[in-house]
């Protein structure tokens, strides 16, 4: 019987081995739960200032439905002389941040459809939770800023930049233009860390 026994666990240690029986995958790192870039982003600049409008993220990095959120930075670096795009020295700073409660109205929504027997899965938030906008009232004239609008996780994890913006500020006459973000990367570091750039 002990023999017989033996055996058997013996067979079982290596079918276990042989089809990974009991091991896990290592955690994935914070990151790529990051939030993917905004989408449809838009810039407009008046008297007033530049405004920035973007629709919320649905993907992580990973490409799965985005489970958290906590808003975006939008952040900005004064370019004084040529070069200044892509010199480390000349940082970007956070001049402000838009909350995003998109994924919470999501899964709000859909708790109280399961409560009511119906299919939650498919439900998503009301486009007025998944559409923003910034004003960046402190432009001056003359003035040639770069932006870029970073979502961010409530870990405080960055997301993804993939555009950033150039904008030589001169009220309604002014110059916009859009940029792929390693065109302001100092190196030929991966945009999937957005941190490269920031």
Not at 32 to 52: C, I, Q
Not at 76 to 99: H, L, Q
Request: charged fraction near 30%.
């Amino acid at each position: 019987m002990t023999g017989r026994m033996n055996r058997f666990l013996v067979a079982l240690l290596m079918v276990c081995a042989i089809t990974g029986c009991a091991r896990y995958k290592p955690p994935l790192p914070p990151e790529m739960f990051a939030p993917k870039g905004v989408d449809a982003l838009a810039v407009t600049a008046s008297e007033a200032g530049v405004r920035f409008a973007w629709n919320a993220p649905d993907e992580d990095r990973r490409g799965k439905e985005l489970k958290f959120i906590d808003g975006y930075a939008i952040q900005r670096k004064t370019i004084a002389r040529r070069g200044d795009e892509t010199d480390p020295k000349v940082r970007f700073e956070t001049i402000g941040f838009v909350k995003d409660k998109h994924v919470q109205v999501r899964e709000d929504l859909r708790k109280s459809a399961r409560a009511e027997g119906k299919i939650g899965r498919s439900i998503e938030s009301p486009e007025e939770y998944t559409t923003f906008s910034y004003l960046d009232s402190t432009a001056k004239p003359s003035t040639t800023y770069i932006y870029q609008i970073v979502p961010q996780n409530q870990g405080g994890t960055d997301g993804i930049v993939s555009q950033v913006v150039r904008v030589s500020f001169a009220g309604s006459a002014s110059d916009v233009a859009t940029l792929k973000a390693e065109e302001v990367q100092e190196d030929d570091t991966s945009l999937d860390d957005p941190r490269a750039i920031s």
